[in-house]
């Protein structure tokens, strides 16, 4: 086998299947990789995760995509548009052969992210929830793409963020700024600052701060129209968390799918188990790494705003 083989291999969906299915998954990373100067082992195309180095691993993530394809064909064929579907083929491309090239392909510089005109419509009577705050970007992102809205909660651990979120809030009305992180259920765990970029939940004890996560369900009482969630490898939990207003309320939803290689296909999986309601689209906002990969979950045309 040789790179020849693998740009034939990853032309369509179909074929990409007939190659992981037919031949062993090292083989297939020995041949995409030949012209590399690292050993496959040594390769991280997702070395932005903080949970453990594993997953940032580019055999773990070929593993995962020849060991779960059925899932990845689930999702595939639940896109709703070619533009999506293109996305889809270029992302699990760089899985096969991690060239940036995949990536500039299926990113949209258009469009900010989270907003992309063609999906999210908004009115005055939005009710917006920002899980993963962050300094309040995406708050003033909602406000300057979707205009007047009824009410925006946004959700932030980060003491250090949490400060910025609070001023950038203070700006505008209507908006409730609350210091938890997001999850399944009432809980206090291990936090770490990863300093201002971003912040993350750590799975041991050292040098971490107890922080309160609390879930939409149990602390937003009214109805929601608009769920936005990078919480950075937390996604399951908090949908899970969320179920209660995805059933009853039907709002749309941009989720991360890119902080564990199984996001890609569980997170859509697990909204259409909670609420088959969706349609489904991909975008991804970045040309040089395999972060900020983002499902859209809009509800079937007769949910839909106008």
Not at 4 to 10: E, L, M, V, W, Y
Request: hydrophobic content about 35%.
């Amino acid at each position: 086998m040789d790179q020849t083989t693998i740009q034939a291999g990853i032309s369509s969906f179909e074929k990409i299947r007939e190659l992981l299915t037919e031949n062993n998954i090292y083989d297939i990373m020995e041949a995409a990789t030949q012209n590399l100067k690292s050993d496959f082992f040594e390769i991280a195309p997702m070395e932005s995760l903080p949970r453990s180095k594993t997953y940032r691993q580019y055999c773990f993530l070929a593993k995962d995509l020849k060991e779960n394809l059925r899932h990845y064909k689930w999702f595939y064929d639940k896109l709703e548009e070619p533009r999506s579907k293109d996305v889809f083929l270029n992302l699990i491309r760089y899985r096969i052969l991690p060239d940036r090239q995949f990536l500039r392909n299926a990113c949209d510089k258009e469009h900010e992210q989270y907003f992309d005109p063609e999906l999210i419509h908004c009115d005055k009577d939005e009710v917006f929830v920002d899980c993963g705050g962050f300094t309040g970007d995406t708050v003033e992102s909602f406000i300057r793409n979707c205009g007047d809205y009824k009410h925006i909660y946004t959700y932030e651990p980060s003491a250090e963020n949490l400060e910025k979120c609070r001023h950038t809030a203070g700006k505008y009305d209507n908006i409730t700024v609350k210091p938890f992180g997001v999850g399944k259920k009432e809980d206090s765990i291990p936090f770490a600052q990863s300093g201002p970029a971003s912040s993350f939940i750590l799975d041991n004890h050292n040098n971490a701060s107890e922080v309160r996560i609390t879930s939409l369900d149990a602390d937003i009482k009214e109805p929601v129209s608009f769920i936005k969630m990078d919480v950075e490898g937390f996604e399951i939990d908090a949908l899970i968390g969320a179920k209660r207003h995805i059933r009853n309320d039907n709002p749309k939803l941009a989720v991360c799918i890119y902080h564990l290689p199984s996001d890609f296909w569980e997170i859509p999986g697990l909204i259409h188990a909670i609420n088959p309601n969706y349609d489904f689209y991909l975008r991804h906002y970045s040309d040089e790494q395999h972060w900020e990969t983002v499902v859209y979950a809009i509800p079937k045309a007769k949910e839909k705003h106008a």
